[in-house]
């Protein structure tokens, strides 16, 4: 009898992680299975509890790599802030832009908000995500004020991205420029 040979595949484990941000994004959580992730990635269904203490461990890297991709594009958006003047205009792009953030981004976000309120080992994950957005604010605004236009910009990009009509530049630079203190 003979067998098939084995497949090198030292990428295994990324890529099923990889695989795993795309099934949440297509999927949700809910249905996020390991057949589905197996599928995906082309591998035999074993390798997600051979890579992994299970799927919650699973997708409990898929998040953190997610959050950590995230939280790169976030640090670019602001790395030219020097000032609170440039501060309201870079908020306020972040805003109006959706983080620069696809869809598909957004969805795996929003999983993980969610996830994060029902599974409490995954806040670790996004209060990592939530304290480099505040450091990377807080190069320029003190820490208090840091935390508060973060989660002012949170809640303003999900409004701008979750509506048909999104607030305008000008409304959206008024409350920013409110929290930081300057004149629009």
């Given at each position: 009898m003979s067998t098939a040979?084995?497949?090198h595949d030292p990428d295994r484990r990324?890529?099923?992680?990889?695989?795993?941000?795309?099934?949440?994004?297509?999927?949700?959580?809910a249905g996020l299975t390991a057949r589905r992730i197996a599928t995906a990635a082309d591998v035999p269904l074993g390798s997600v509890t051979y890579h992994f203490d299970g799927l919650g461990d699973l997708v409990r890297?898929?998040?953190?790599?997610?959050s950590r991709t995230m939280a790169r594009?976030?640090?670019?958006?602001f790395a030219d802030v020097t000032d609170r003047a440039s501060?309201?205009?870079?908020?306020?792009d972040f805003v109006l832009q959706g983080h620069r953030a696809s869809p598909r981004e957004w969805a795996v976000a929003y999983e993980l908000y969610l996830a994060a309120l029902r599974r409490p080992a995954l806040r670790e994950v996004t209060e990592s995500w939530m304290g480099s957005s505040r450091q990377t604010l807080q190069r320029v605004l003190a820490p208090d004020l840091a935390r508060a236009l973060d989660g002012v910009m949170e809640g303003l990009t999900m409004h701008a991205i979750?509506?048909?009509a999104p607030p305008t530049r000008e409304e959206t630079r008024a409350?920013?420029?409110r929290v930081l203190e300057v004149t629009p």
């Open positions: 040979p084995r497949r990324d890529r099923l992680v990889d695989v795993t941000i795309d099934v949440i994004a297509e999927h949700g959580l890297e898929a998040f953190v790599r997610h594009v976030f640090a670019a958006h501060m309201l205009e870079a908020a306020t979750l509506t048909t409350v920013l420029a």
